[in-house]
């Protein structure tokens, strides 16, 4: 069964703390991304990750930066994070061909006090 | 600036109804539509896709309709049951060249009253 874990799923922190959220899959797919999602936004795509240490910028990549060392493993860090970066985060993986599905997880609900 | 467009932000319908949510496209390299469904706490999962060849897909009580010429799309469920209630997202892509970047509409939030 394909899946996507993130950790952690809740998370509170102060204006100015680092946040690190991370993902997991083990379909072994190149291909994964970071997503946040805010009403009447919907999905806006942060960062993509082709595979190891192969990053792109997605539409909103300000203040966010990624890191894949593993193939299975992909994070989203936010450096001295701001309320305006409270949302819930998303990431998936995808399967290949041209017309690849993504898969989701649970999310990962951020607030930034 | 929002490529995919979605309408309405929410629709309420009665029990064996038909629900239409409809998304429109700016870009016309698109060539790639899947249709998302979200329900609350989880992430979003892959309901039914069509390519642009195509003007017309289905899949059991799901039916996207596809017109290229005005760059807009459809998604029928017919016969709504309280359980599709859901956010549906229509997205869309490039799929050659190695383009893997999704672009998201804002969502149709889908009440089904029994």
């Known amino acids: 069964d394909m899946k996507v874990t993130q950790m952690p799923r809740y998370l509170i922190k102060r204006m100015g703390e680092n946040v690190l959220l991370e993902c997991g899959q083990d379909?072994?797919?190149?291909?994964m991304y970071w997503y946040r999602q805010d009403p009447g936004l919907g999905l806006q795509l942060i960062y993509i990750?082709?595979?190891?240490?192969?990053?792109s910028e997605g539409d909103i990549p300000k203040g966010y930066r990624v890191s894949r060392k593993k193939r299975e493993h992909f994070s989203l860090i936010l450096d001295s994070a701001k309320t305006n970066q409270t949302s819930v985060y998303f990431c998936?993986?995808?399967?290949?061909?041209?017309?690849?599905?993504?898969?989701f997880g649970e999310g990962s609900k951020l607030t930034v006090l | 600036q929002q490529q995919v467009r979605q309408s309405p932000q929410s629709l309420t319908v009665w029990e064996g109804e038909t629900a239409i949510l409809n998304c429109s496209y700016e870009?016309?390299?698109?060539?790639?539509f899947p249709w998302y469904q979200q329900f609350p706490g989880e992430g979003p999962a892959l309901l039914i896709s069509?390519?642009?060849?195509?003007d017309k897909k289905e899949d059991g009580r799901f039916t996207i309709f596809f017109n290229k010429r005005e760059k807009k799309l459809s998604l029928h469920i017919t016969d709504s049951q309280p359980g599709d209630s859901a956010t549906y997202f229509c997205?869309?892509?490039?799929?050659?060249?190695?383009?893997?970047?999704?672009?998201f509409g804002q969502g149709t939030v889908l009440s089904v009253i029994p």
């Open positions: 998936a993986s995808r399967t290949g061909g041209n017309t690849g599905q993504l898969y």
């Open positions: 379909m072994s797919h190149e291909t």
């Open positions: 990750s082709y595979d190891v240490d192969s990053n």
């Open positions: 870009d016309s390299t698109f060539n790639y």
């Open positions: 069509i390519s642009s060849v195509s």
């Open positions: 997205a869309a892509r490039f799929y050659t060249g190695g383009n893997n970047k999704l672009t």
